[in-house]
């Protein structure tokens, strides 16, 4: 598979998958949830509080893992397997561009003070199980 052909599978797939895995480092010891995933191009961007532990943990350590795109398609299916780094941001246009009113369930609204966006910039991306290859393609993102 040429390389082209591989990152227009991997945007497919970012593309496509809204939920995904964020984990994040705190001391030594991973920490996992799920969470709902947009995206600018390999920019992956989620929407989070200030007040909980994966915002303290980014900042004490940026570096985050992701995998994005196995939504319980079953053994096989292609999903992406991604190290970034994440950065808080709360600057209203990119809260405005990014609010849905699924997230009243857990803030007061676009301007609660407590919303934040966390952006990921992929460092390196792995595409695995994809049926055209032998093993995983790994991309390394030159920023």
């Known amino acids: ?3 082209e052909n591989l990152l227009n599978e991997i945007s497919r797939i ?6 995904g895995t964020l984990s994040t480092m705190r001391g030594d010891q991973p920490f996992s949830r799920y969470m709902i995933f947009r995206h600018d191009g390999f920019k992956l961007y989620c929407v989070s509080s200030k007040q909980t532990n994966k915002v ?3 900042e004490h350590n940026d ?3 992701i995998l994005l795109g196995f939504e319980g398609g079953g053994f096989g299916k292609p999903y992406l397997d991604i190290s970034a780094t994440a950065t808080i941001h709360d600057e209203k246009e990119l809260k405005d ?4 009113d699924n997230f009243l369930k857990y803030l007061e ?3 609660d003070p407590n919303y934040i966006v966390i952006e990921c910039e992929p460092k390196i991306i792995r595409l695995i199980n994809h049926p ?3 093993g995983p393609y ?3 993102v030159v920023s």
């Open 109 to 111: 609204g676009p301007n």
């Open 97 to 100: 561009r990014l609010w849905h």
């Open 1 to 3: 598979m040429e390389k």
């Open 138 to 140: 790994t991309f390394d």
């Open 132 to 134: 055209d290859l032998d």
């Open 56 to 58: 303290r943990d980014i």
């Open 14 to 19: 970012i593309s496509e998958s809204r939920l």
């Open 63 to 65: 570096k985050v893992h």
